[in-house]
Every structure is written in C-alpha cells, then in structure tokens.
C-alpha cells in the first residue's frame, strides 16, 4: 500500500515539476533560423521538424486541427491568431479564458486516446514521450518536443517554429521580436553593478529551485541572487541553510509558512516584511506572458519599476 | 507486575543522547560549547554573556529542537501503534496503515488542499483535517466488521477495503484538481522540515495519554493473543478492549501523521525488532518499541536533513529505503532459525 | 446435596433451529462429570452456555447459587474456568507467565497481578507437577506440557468449576493417560471438572458420571455404567456395538462390531 503510494508520489512529483515549472519545448536544434529573415507570410509544405528524438518529423501540409498538450504552445498558437485550430488540450491549460472552451483530451498523467482520434488532428503536440508510441500506433502525426528545463530564451525559437507549422510566420516573427524586446527591456533597467540582493523563491514546504532551472534563470536576469544557489534542479532547503543565508526577499504561496514560525524571525526578509507572493501563473508558463511574470517580480523587489 | 524498568531506563538514556548528539548536528556548523551556552541562557539557569548571533539561536532553540522531538515523539507514537495494531489483530505485519488510517488522513487532506483556495487556511488546517480523516476511516472500518461479529479477518478486510476506496478518491482529487499539488506531495511524503514547537504542543497530549494508555493496558494486549473464548473466560472483555485498543492507537496515529505525513515502516519494524530480543511479552513490547522508534525516527531524520547538504530529503523515503530491505533480512533471518 | 452447578429447562434456538432442548441436570463439588455425544449432539453449544458466551434462549444455568447469564464476564471468570479445544498461546510467553493469565479475574482494572496472585501461580504450578517447566517458553513446549500449562492456569484462576473440551483430542495415548491423571489428581483435591470426550472408553475409565447427549436433548444421566449400555449407545450414536467389562476396573468398555462381516 504504501510503496503503491511512493511510487505514486515519486511519478507525480515528476510529473509536476514538468507541468509547473515549465511545459515548453527545446528548439535548439529546429532548423528555423533560416527563415527567420524572410517576410515570408507562407511556408512551403512539406517541412521538417526536429523532435526531441533527434528524427525529423514532416508535416505535409498546413494543419488545420491540432491537439496540444502543452500549456506554453496553446498560450503561442493564440497569440499568433491560431487558437482556432486548437481542437484538443489538457486539463491543467488555465490561459487565456477562450482556451477553456477547448475540449480536454488528457492531463498530465494520461491522455485519452478516443478523445483525440474522435477530434481527428492533423497533428498531436507533446512534451511526454511517453504517450508517442500509442498515438502513432493510430496513424496521428506526432510531435514530440522535450520540456524545456532551461533557457527561457528559447521561448522565442518556439514561436517561431509554431508560426512555420501553421503557415503564418509573420505574427511569430512579431510576437518573437516583441518578447526578445520585453527582455531586452527588463535587461536595461538593471543595474548589474549593484549589489545582488539575497532571495528565497519557496514553491512550497520550501521546495525550491537550483539555479539551472527557468527560475533560477529569471534570478540571474533579475540581478537576484538565489540562496539555494548550491542545489541541481528542484529541492527541499533544509530551513537551517534559510537562516543562514538570510535572504532579502521571499516569494512563497503562503507567507505564513515564515511570518508564524518563530524559527524565521530574523531573517530580514521577515524582519522588513518583505515576503510577496505572485499573483500570476505567468511564470509557470514559458510561453509568451513570460516576460509579463519576470515584470511582475520585479515590480514586487524593485520599488520604482 | 512486571514492567521492563531496567530496559526502559538504558533505551531512555539511548534515546537521550541520540537526541542530544543529534541537535548539534546540522547543515549549519554551531559548536556544542555554544549550543550548551545557548539553551542554559535559555532556562536561564545563569547569566551568560551572549556572544553567539541571534540566527544560531534560531537554528538551535527553533529548528533543530522542535526537530528532534517532533521526530521522537512521532516515532514513539507510531511505533507503539503499530504494535497495538500487531497485538489486536495477531499478526505481527500489521501497521498503523492497515486500517485505512493513514488512507483517511491522506484523502482529508488532499480534500481540503484541492477544495480550497485560500493557502494559509490549508496549512493550519492540515492537521485537523487529518485526524477527522482518519477517526473516520477507523470508525468506518470497525463498524463495518463488527457488523460481521467484529472477527480480526473482517477487520482486515474492511480495512484494506476502506483503504482502497479512500486511495482511489485521493488518485481522482489529485489528478482532475487544478491546484498545486506539490505541498500535497510534501505532505504525504512526510517530514520535519517545518516543525515547530506549537505543533508539538497541539499533537504532543494525544501522543502521550495514549501512550500512557497503551502500557497501562499492555496486560490486555498478551490476554488477547488467547482464542477469544478463552479470554473471555478469563474475565477479559474483548469487545471492549479492542475497541479501546483501536481507538486509542488510532488516535495515536492520526496524531502522529498530522504534521508528520505519512512516514512508513517504523511502526512495522520497531515492534519486529523488540519482539525478537525481548520476547512476545507486550508488557515489554509497548514501552520499549515505542522508545525504539523514537530513537530510529531521530536518527533518520537527522540523515536526511544533513546527508544531502543543503537540501532534505523527505524522511518517509529514507525510512522506505533503509527499513525494506532491513525487514527483508529480518524476515530471512527469522525463517533461517525455524 | 450441595448444588455446585444446576442446570434447568435449557434450551438454546440458534436460527430457528433448537440446537439444545430442555436440559436439566445437577451436579456437586468434587466431581468428574463427562459430557459424551455424537458430533452435532450440542456439546460445544452446552459448554458455550456454561460459560456465558451464549445467553440461553429458556431456562438457566445456576453455579454456586449465581445465574451465569446475570453476571458480568469477570464475575463469570470466578466461576467457571475453560480449557479451550484449541488454544492460542503467544510462542514466546513462558510457561509462568501464561499460568499468571489465570490470575486475571482478580486483578484491578489494569490487568496487574500482586503477590497473592504470584503465589497462585505458584501453587497451581505444584498441583499440576509443571514448576520445573515454570522458565520454559511455550515454544518449547510437547503437546501434553501445553497441555498441562493450560490446566494450571484453570487451577490458577480457582474456579468451583472447570470446563475441559476435548483436552485429549490431539494427545498421544501416554499424553491422555497423563492429562487424565492430572485431572483426577486435582479432583482429589475437591476441584469439580465437567469434561467433553470423544473417546467412550477414557470416559468410562475416568468419570464418575456421565451425560450422553443426542440432537440436544440428554439420552441419560448416570454412571458409567448404567449409560454406557448397548440400547444407550445405539439410540445416540446409530451405531452397533459390545460391552465388555475393564479387567481391573470393572467399568464398561465399548467395543464395535463391524456391520458388514466379511471378517
């Protein structure tokens, strides 16, 4: 019974820290970049993407019914105006609210397989490899783009390969360049020189993210500096080490974790009140509110942002 | 009477320096000769000049000791219900899981983190809803069984029935809620990241009325190893002491895991372990299993807070990890010897 | 004559079905009373009823001059004591500790034994000739010593009365001679013991009166003598048999013919 639920647990925590810290793809190695240049409204059919497999998927022509289980790449298509060809998402999908007229075909953990032959796609987006193999097995097209760990800047190779899919590349050239100018434009208005000030990002029950993570990557940008700062990927931070380093700032769900424990009183970021929590998900989502979510902490560590 | 006073006394002593020897082990180096100088200034005992920052003071006074006896109080707790539940249905592989207890606090729990928004309300009320999820279970189960003339195979049963029910719902909350599961995750993997000293004053009187009643009534946990005919006519009421006996581990449990989580094998394992030194008395059983898993539960807990330095790992996976296989030896062990 | 146990218009329904039906039998201190029968006579159910784990449906069990179904279970446990058919003791216990079970109806609400109650022990351990044994772990133990320690623990609990079911069902024939004679010895030392047996002959050999019961109802009351009779054994068994005389004692001894001689 129990070894079921730590099982359960251990698949569940992977699942989420997928789900939640970043449902986006790696383009790194999409041969897009030559086109990038062109004003090019149309893309010739058939194309190749790369997948995450290293194997060229080829999409014949410009897909009219997509399934995408992927929050980020939903948040893309209707920002580049192709939200009407979404005709199947998961269940966790929360932006923006016409997305939520969208049919369910899976969550995290399963998909439902009649539900997504029912819909008949032209194409199936995934960041789970696990789910390939029965879905090619009925003749979809699938594409399979790993979850983005790292480098958020890689949001913008996305778009783009998004726009190249559908056929409508200048709105991802724009949206592109509008989300590479909205981080040029956080980059501007810190001053790398000054002194970093200490942060604790608590997800929960302080759990936390390493510096190698999207996270830990908006810090850096931010000029913060990331107490847990010696830790891989995503970790519980023994509450000791929170003392110690004593940050400036907090961003936790919920502040009461420190403001009642008697144990953190002295960290100053409790001392001067500065325990913040984000409102939005923006920063879940590497998609295009992005950048949104990075203003959004900044605006909460940076009084005149 | 007998009572193992001798034995009781030297675990005491084990479980004392453990506790001490553990509280100045930590992520964060602070020298015994300071921690010494720190908790006196604390009872005030004398006037020491202070000469340590105010963060050793937290660490010390607020992490580590709340730490150390959240983890001792809860090994006890669920060590001594695990043998209560080992005693009562006659099987020494019972635990404080098997009767769906730590299903219902689980399900409680992910029904007020995925029911309710407001995050702070969900953190002061996990413990509550943990307890009432598992009396539930508990009541649940027993009436269930003594539907069926309340024998130790019904129990069972109704047990390992209510626990799959609870587990299925707490499966389909966790995966068609929108909300963040991750402190749900936490939780159910237990730990004493956040202990603190309150929480050991809300669980610590439970823990230690139904500890006091577990060895007063041990007597009744031997004359209930008898058929129940035969008990009976000892002048033993076994409709009664079994009820006292599964509310009060149940109680016991439910207060164990409500801050805790879910932390297995402790209560499997301590009893085992007793059992083959001292002997089937449960006179000796409950008190010194109970000291046994406090000590065991510390000392994992300092593993896993300081193995991985800076981060934890939650202690129900390393109690899983080192308990499984050292069960799976004892179990060889014992069949060698038969 | 002194009334140990009174036994008056029993009966006990079990699903609408009369398991037991108008029992009525009395019996005094001091003796050795068999209760015989084939399987499914309501031997069990009888036991069961003596020692208050069933209520009666009609009629009432009186022992000492107490009506069983009036008292709690411990005051129960100070009149009637059990030796189960199959008992379950914890392997690890001693022999000395388990004896200490029989002390339970007179402790406080804890379950704590005084010295009175060690010196019980004590004096049951010497009655059943088991104090060598005192340390052992019932573990260790053959069939007749567990046997025996389980006796001493009815002697411990100092009951008028001790129901014995079946104490020689899994015993070898030393083993049954030996739990026998342990019984009778005791008996001599005026404890009263109601005994259920399948073997007819040891029950011949041992009682001093004997209870042939049939489909619930009793067949006959009496000696040995007078109950075991050829008509007897036939009405409650269905079966066709011999008497012979014991050698030395006198007492019946049943011997079976086979029904289809081929012999």
Not at chain 1, 49 to 61: A, H, K, Q
Not at chain 1, 117 to 130: A, C, H, S, T, W
Not at chain 2, 167 to 178: K, P
Not at chain 3, 129 to 145: F, P, Y
Request: charged share 15%; proline share 5%; glycine share 6%.
């Amino acid at each position: 019974m129990k070894n079921n639920l730590i099982t359960t647990m251990m698949f569940l925590i992977v699942a989420l820290s997928i789900t939640v810290a970043c449902n986006s793809s790696n383009t790194d190695s999409n041969q897009l970049n030559s086109n990038q240049n062109q004003k090019n409204d149309t893309t010739k059919y058939p194309i190749d993407i790369l997948d995450s497999n290293g194997e060229n998927v080829r999409i014949y022509e410009k897909p009219e019914k997509i399934i995408v289980l992927d929050s980020a790449a939903v948040e893309i298509l209707f920002a580049i105006g192709q939200g009407d060809k979404i005709v199947g998402t998961h269940s966790f999908v929360t932006h923006p609210e016409e997305a939520k007229q969208i049919p369910k075909v899976g969550d995290a953990f399963s998909i439902n397989i009649e539900k997504i032959i029912e819909q008949e796609p032209d194409l199936v987006y995934i960041f789970f490899n696990k789910f390939a193999e029965d879905l090619n097995k009925n003749q979809l097209k699938v594409l399979y783009i790993k979850t983005l760990e790292n480098d958020f800047s890689n949001i913008s190779d996305q778009i783009l390969m998004w726009g190249k899919i559908t056929g409508n590349q200048d709105s991802a050239i724009q949206l592109s360049e509008k989300f590479q100018d909205q981080i040029e434009n956080i980059q501007s208005k810190i001053n790398y020189q000054s002194e970093s000030p200490k942060i604790f990002i608590d997800t929960t029950d302080l759990w936390t993210s390493g510096p190698n993570t999207l996270m830990g990557e908006v810090l850096e940008l931010l000029n913060l500096s990331n107490i847990a700062h010696d830790i891989s990927g995503y970790a519980q931070l023994n509450p000791e080490i929170i003392i110690e380093r004593n940050p400036d700032f907090i961003i936790t769900p919920n502040p009461s974790t420190f403001k009642n424990n008697p144990a953190f009183q002295e960290i100053s970021a409790v001392k001067n009140n500065k325990i913040f929590t984000l409102q939005s998900d923006a920063l879940s989502v590497p998609g295009p509110r992005f950048p949104e979510g990075i203003n959004e902490l900044a605006s909460l560590i940076y009084p005149d942002w | 009477m007998i009572f193992p006073w001798k034995y009781t006394l030297l675990s005491l002593i084990i479980l004392c320096s453990i506790m001490v020897i553990s509280i100045s082990i930590g992520p964060v180096y602070i020298s015994s000769f300071e921690i010494l100088k720190i908790i006196t200034n604390k009872l005030q005992i004398i006037e020491i000049e202070k000469s340590w920052p105010q963060s050793f003071e937290s660490i010390i006074l607020n992490i580590r000791m709340p730490r150390v006896f959240l983890a001792g109080i809860v090994g006890l707790a669920l060590s001594i219900s695990g043998a209560s539940y080992q005693a009562l249905f006659k099987n020494p592989l019972a635990d404080p899981y098997l009767l769906g207890i730590a299903s219902g606090a689980a399900l409680s729990v992910t029904i007020v983190m995925t029911q309710f928004e407001n995050s702070s309300l969900i953190t002061n009320f996990i413990p509550v809803s943990a307890f009432s999820g598992a009396i539930i279970c508990v009541t649940a189960t027993y009436y269930i069984s003594t539907k069926q003339h309340g024998s130790t195979n019904t129990l069972i049963l109704s047990g390992i029935a209510i626990a799959s029910i609870t587990q299925a719902c707490t499966s389909f909350l966790m995966l068609y809620s929108n909300p963040d599961l991750r402190p749900l995750l936490s939780w159910i993997l237990g730990g004493f990241a956040s202990a603190q000293w309150d929480q050991i004053l809300i669980i610590g009187p439970y823990i230690l009325i139904s500890t006091i009643i577990s060895i007063s009534i041990s007597k009744y946990f031997n004359l209930i190893q008898l058929n129940q005919e035969h008990s009976q006519q000892l002048g033993l009421n076994t409709q009664k002491i079994k009820l006292i006996i599964v509310i009060n581990s149940s109680i016991n449990t439910a207060a164990a895991v409500s801050f805790a989580g879910i932390i297995g094998f402790v209560g499997l394992i301590c009893p085992h372990i007793i059992r083959n030194i001292f002997g089937g008395d449960y006179r000796n059983i409950i008190p010194l299993s109970g000291i046994f898993g406090a000590i065991l539960l510390v000392l994992s807990d300092t593993i896993s807070r300081t193995i991985l330095n800076p981060v934890e790992i939650p202690v129900g996976i390393l109690t899983a990890l080192f308990g499984g296989p050292f069960f799976l030896y004892l179990l060889a062990k014992t069949k060698n010897q038969n | 004559m002194n009334n140990l146990l009174k036994i008056s218009n029993l009966s006990f329904k079990y699903e609408g079905e009369h398991i037991l039906k108008n029992i009525n039998f009395e019996n005094s201190t001091g003796k050795l009373t068999g209760v015989i029968g084939p399987n499914g006579a309501g031997k069990s159910t009888l036991f069961r009823l003596i020692t208050g784990t069933l209520k009666p449906t009609n009629g009432e069990i009186v022992i000492a001059g107490q009506n069983v179904s009036e008292l709690s279970i411990k005051n129960r446990a100070k009149l009637v004591s059990l030796v189960p058919q199959n008992p379950e003791i914890p392997s690890t216990l001693s022999v000395y500790e388990t004896v200490l079970f029989g002390r339970h109806p007179y402790t406080n609400f804890l379950g704590w034994e005084n010295k009175k109650d060690l010196d019980a022990t004590n004096k049951s351990l010497k009655l059943t000739k088991i104090e060598h044994l005192g340390k052992r772990k019932i573990q260790t133990l053959s069939g007749g010593e567990k046997q025996k320690v389980l006796i001493s623990m009815s002697v411990a609990q100092n009951t008028p009365i001790t129901l014995l079911d079946e104490p020689t069902s899994n015993l070898d024939i030393d083993n049954q001679i030996l739990i026998l004679n342990t019984i009778k010895n005791l008996q001599k030392n005026n404890h009263s013991f109601l005994i259920s047996l399948h073997d007819l002959n040891l029950a011949s050999l041992y009682c001093d009166e004997l209870i042939l019961l049939s489909k619930g109802k009793i067949i006959t009351i009496g000696t040995p003598k007078s109950v075991l009779t050829e008509d007897n054994i036939k009405k409650a068994y269905d079966t066709e048999i011999k008497i012979l005389e014991h050698p030395v004692y006198n007492t019946p001894i049943i011997t079976p013919i086979i029904s289809n001689p081929s012999k």
